[in-house]
């Protein structure tokens, strides 16, 4: 699709305002195929032109650009400004993990606690599902495991109701990480244990696997090196 919207910016349109979204397009192409700087050329220059309703979303693909960089400083910023121009539950998470991904993790909690509200506000039930997780991956990252345990069961809990039973499983394996980290190797075994239960009744088998490591890996940490090795 990128060679196409390519050729059609060589075409002359004096609608400014079209060549403005066909830019935007073409940047938003390059984005999906990794092609982070050339996103970043493409796009930047339109923020000099006259304001027009995509310049929210614009700033927004920059900072996802920057963010896939590990630019997390110019991602950073790049949010800021796009959330004085759009509101959006989406964005807040994306910004919250932004920050969590560049380690300031109470700037990471206000933005994810905002998508929270605002996820619960239209009853998107899966994307509040999605932002509980995200919570307690941000307290799970500055070691406060007791409250990463409760949001990721929130989350959980959350995606069995809309029978996400995959994600269940998943939040099982966060669960046990959470624990693993905190030595509470009896608990994060269990939860483990959980998770491989989903994915034998699903069928998932490289979800199988995942699950038998994580097991081996709890217990080299538990100094079991005879079960660890067993799982491995």
């Known amino acids: 699709m990128t060679p196409a919207l390519e050729r059609a910016l060589e075409d002359i349109n004096p609608n400014a305002e079209y060549q403005k979204a066909l830019k935007f397009i073409t940047g938003l192409s390059h984005l999906r195929s990794d092609n982070y700087d050339r996103v970043i050329a493409q796009l930047d220059p339109l923020l000099n032109h006259v304001d027009c309703e995509l310049d929210g979303y614009i ?58 509200v605002s996820a619960q506000q239209v009853n998107d039930y899966k994307a509040e599902a999605n932002i509980l997780h995200n919570i307690g991956r941000s307290y799970q990252g500055c070691s406060k495991y007791e409250e990463a345990i409760t949001y990721h069961e929130q989350s959980r809990d959350l995606y069995q ?66 079960e660890a090795i067993s799982h491995h």
């Open 161 to 226: 109701q809309i029978g996400r039973n995959k994600h269940v499983g998943w939040q099982w394996d966060w669960l046990s990480d959470c624990y693993r980290d905190w030595g509470k190797y009896q608990q994060a075994l269990e939860c483990q244990q959980e998770r491989l239960k989903i994915h034998q009744r699903l069928g998932e088998e490289s979800e199988m696997a995942f699950a038998y490591y994580a097991i081996g890996r709890i217990y080299k940490a538990w100094g079991k090196y005879e």
């Open 59 to 116: 700033r927004w693909v920059i900072a996802i650009a920057h963010e896939k960089k590990d630019n997390y400083e110019q991602g950073l910023q790049y949010y800021q400004q796009c959330s004085e121009k759009l509101q959006s539950f989406i964005l807040w998470r994306n910004w919250g993990v932004c920050y969590r991904s560049y380690k300031q993790y109470e700037q990471s909690l206000e933005c994810l606690q905002q998508a929270l």
